[in-house]
């Protein structure tokens, strides 16, 4: 295809020298006839960026460029992707891990709907999850073993211009930048490839984070990749125009609340005002009792959302089935999940059973998940 557009694609290497080869071996295969492949060194302890520098001496021909880029010290996959984002030359940008495979047509398949398409900013195919030796296996509560590859997004430059970065977590930010492009160009501006065709295969390695505990794909519906997606989700919506969602590569201020779990060693969870947004946004806090609570806010005529950073917590509201019970002659319990003086006085079981309801794991608002 002569004047192909170039299409650049960032390989984040961390200890894989026993899958590398195979990864970028299936990158030299591709038909798309342009093709510029940044491999990103996170400072890899084992033979890594030995065979990455092999591979680069050997592979470089007509429409493919190869470059190894070595990170000074071990910060993660998404600062890997971030270093070869901020050097690609492309007019389209995708990812590639470094221990999957790819069939020689995906990134054709992905590219010729952007040609085709202008109003679509990027696309994504699916894959299949297979053991080190290439045993395919099912861990997803999916009814298939092919679904989509939120890591195949494959974008226009523009996007990248118009949102930056991928957030700078150990996990998930792949995720987060997926529905970060929703919620900027709308629903319709990501397109799947070939449905229900695994165009990738990904390795599930015992080194892999969807393998350990705290970030583990079980903490996708109660943990902290529930919690890094739900204040992601609550930045999203908060944006007024996508010129919101620039995330810079390495912002001063996180824009939204991130487990420490997730964070690189050296950044903060913490983002300005994230305690108020999820206690707003969590449908537990009733501005009604809060102002009864507190006369100086009732007083002071303040919106009492405003007023959530104070010590005093705000408690549990009268939304929904989770309500409190009324309280007469006993304060109601707090969000802490401590009880009262008044309500151990009183012993009313109606205030101990809502007070043990309401934090439960899954209760209320906390029970959705987003499996995707």
């Known amino acids: 295809m002569a004047g192909a557009p170039r299409v650049s694609v960032i390989v984040p290497l961390f200890n894989a020298e026993a899958t590398l080869e195979t990864a970028l071996r299936s990158l030299t295969e591709q038909t798309w006839p342009n093709l510029e492949v940044l491999i990103v060194d996170d400072a890899s302890a084992d ?7 092999a591979f680069v001496r050997c592979a470089q021909g007509p429409g493919r460029v190869f ?3 070595r990170q000074p010290r071990n910060a993660g996959a998404y600062a890997a992707r971030n270093r070869g984002l901020a050097a690609a030359t492309g007019a389209f940008i995708t990812v590639h891990d470094s221990d999957d495979w790819s069939h020689p047509r995906k990134i054709e398949f992905q590219v010729r709907p952007l040609l085709d398409g202008p109003a679509l900013k990027a696309t994504v195919a699916h894959w299949v ?7 395919f296996h099912h861990w997803r509560v999916e009814e298939s073993w092919i679904y989509r590859n939120v890591s195949s997004l494959l974008f226009r430059r523009e996007v ?4 930056g970065f991928w957030d700078r977590v150990r996990a998930d930010g792949d995720t987060e930048f997926y529905y970060r492009l ?4 709308g629903d319709e501006a990501i397109g799947e490839v070939s449905p229900g065709v695994p165009l990738s295969f990904g390795r599930s390695l015992p080194t892999s984070l969807t393998r350990k505990k705290d970030t583990s794909l079980r903490s996708r519906f109660w943990g902290a990749r529930y919690h890094y997606q739900d204040a992601a989700r609550y930045w999203h919506a908060q944006a007024h125009s996508s010129a919101d969602l620039y995330l810079p590569e390495r912002p001063v201020q996180r824009p939204f609340f991130a487990p420490q779990s997730l964070c690189d060693e050296t950044a903060s969870a913490s983002a300005c005002g994230w305690e108020r947004a999820l206690v707003l946004e969590s449908g537990l806090f009733d501005p009604q009792w809060y102002v009864l609570a507190n006369p100086d806010v009732r007083d002071l005529l303040v919106d009492p959302g405003s007023t959530t950073g104070r010590k005093e917590r705000p408690r ?9 019970p009324a309280a007469t002659d006993c304060a109601t319990p707090t969000s802490s999940g401590t009880t009262d003086r008044s309500c151990i006085s009183c012993g009313r079981d109606e205030h101990r059973d809502w007070k043990r309801g309401l934090f439960s794991r899954g209760a209320g608002r906390w029970r959705k998940a987003d499996p995707g």
């Open 47 to 53: 033979r890594s960026a030995e065979v990455a520098e």
């Open 67 to 69: 470059r190894l880029l």
């Open 129 to 135: 999850r297979c053991t080190p030796d290439l045993r």
């Open 160 to 163: 990248h211009e118009t949102l």
């Open 182 to 185: 929703v919620a900027a160009f």
């Open 316 to 324: 549990a509201g009268t939304r929904g089935r989770h309500s409190a």
